[in-house]
């Protein structure tokens, strides 16, 4: 297995392909002329203008000025008012709750029903507050979530290995 060469050689196997210094073309096959290739087509900047133009014009109709729009003068107003209006409910809370110089998730089950307190957090949302069935809901919720918290039993069993396999509808 081997390969077979040629033991042949011929002069103009050594030529260079490029032109040489003298300006003669090597690269032409025996004696005959190079091909000239015709040269790249000029390019119209008329119509390359004409393009950026039309690009500028479309992006111009695309965009929403907003400048002119005093956006800052009023979400400060609004985020002042907001403020204002739930320091203002805290407050109220804060003294119906006989509680309330309680720090963290020590929070007496069933202390969260005070009728002032309900009251007060109806009127807390821009939109009239909760009703009575929503918050009833919601102290109910806080409640589970109370107990489950408290049964919580850990203890140590090892590694932990967690499979991670999405299905179709998940990562569509």
Same mark, same amino acid.
């Given at each position: 297995?081997?390969?077979? /060469? =040629?033991?042949?050689?011929?002069?103009?196997?050594?030529? %260079?392909?490029? %032109?040489?210094?003298?300006?003669?073309?090597?690269?032409?096959?025996?004696?005959?002329? =190079?091909?000239?290739?015709?040269?790249? %087509?000029?390019?119209?900047?008329?119509?390359?203008?004409?393009?950026? +133009?039309? @690009?500028?014009?479309?992006?111009? #109709?695309?965009?929403?000025?907003?400048? =002119?729009?005093?956006?800052?003068?009023?979400?400060?107003?609004?985020?002042?008012?907001?403020?204002?209006?739930? #320091?203002?409910?805290? =407050?109220?809370?804060?003294?119906?709750? %006989?509680?309330? +110089? *309680?720090?963290?998730? +020590?929070?007496?089950?069933? #202390?969260?029903?005070?009728?002032?307190? /309900?009251?007060?957090?109806?009127?807390?949302?821009?939109?009239?507050?909760?009703?009575?069935?929503?918050?009833?809901?919601?102290?109910?919720?806080?409640?589970?979530? #109370?107990?489950? @918290?408290?049964?919580?039993? *850990?203890?140590? @069993?090892?590694?932990?290995? *967690? +499979?991670?396999?999405?299905?179709?509808?998940?990562?569509?």
């Amino acid at each position: 297995m081997g390969s077979c /060469c =040629s033991k042949q050689s011929h002069d103009s196997e050594r030529e %260079p392909l490029l %032109p040489g210094a003298d300006g003669s073309n090597h690269g032409a096959v025996g004696n005959q002329p =190079s091909i000239p290739y015709p040269p790249a %087509p000029a390019i119209d900047y008329h119509k390359e203008q004409e393009f950026w +133009n039309t @690009v500028v014009e479309r992006t111009e #109709q695309q965009l929403i000025d907003i400048s =002119s729009a005093q956006t800052d003068l009023l979400q400060n107003q609004d985020a002042q008012e907001r403020s204002e209006k739930y #320091q203002d409910i805290i =407050s109220q809370i804060q003294n119906d709750i %006989p509680w309330s +110089n *309680v720090v963290g998730p +020590n929070i007496p089950k069933g #202390q969260l029903s005070s009728s002032a307190a /309900c009251d007060s957090l109806l009127n807390a949302a821009p939109n009239g507050g909760l009703g009575e069935e929503q918050m009833n809901w919601l102290y109910q919720a806080m409640d589970d979530i #109370q107990d489950a @918290v408290a049964n919580i039993n *850990v203890r140590p @069993v090892g590694e932990i290995v *967690v +499979n991670l396999n999405f299905s179709d509808n998940a990562i569509a």
